[in-house]
Nanobody, 115 residues
Framework: QVQLVESGGGLVQAGGSLSLSCTTS????????MNWYRQAPGKQRELVAL???????NYADSVKGRFTISRDNAKNTVNLQMNSLKPEDTAVYYC?????????WGQGTQVAVSS
């Protein structure tokens, strides 16, 4: 079955960096678009970054220039490097993909940025 597991969250001061990782199983990873979403209390869930199988990337305006999404097909892993973090980046970050029309989500990893 499809499983996604996020790791790398934590507490960091504003201006600092964190690197998140999502390891997948149950898919031919290289063919799938991978997404990072986040959701904070009182805010809508938002797509923050995606990377296609062809390595095309897209970012939410709020994170452009600060976050970088990448993938390692040999390790079935998608990463999110987050730099210049701001308190408003505080959220639970989720890895997501779609297979055969069904959505799959990891359990999430908490990112907290202190001012």
């Amino acid at each position: 079955q499809v499983q996604l597991v996020e790791s790398g969250g934590g507490l960091v001061q504003a201006g600092g960096s964190l690197s998140l990782s999502c390891t997948t199983s149950g898919i031919i990873f290289s063919l799938y678009t991978m997404n990072w979403y986040r959701q904070a209390p009182g805010k809508q869930r938002e797509l923050v970054a995606l990377i296609t199988g062809g390595l095309t990337t897209n970012y939410a305006d709020s994170v452009k220039g600060r976050f970088t999404i990448s993938r390692d097909n040999a390790k079935n892993t998608v990463n999110l490097q987050m730099n210049s973090l701001k308190p408003e980046d505080t959220a639970v970050y989720y890895c997501n993909t779609k297979k055969w029309g069904s959505e799959y989500w990891g359990q999430g990893t908490q990112v907290a940025v202190s001012s």
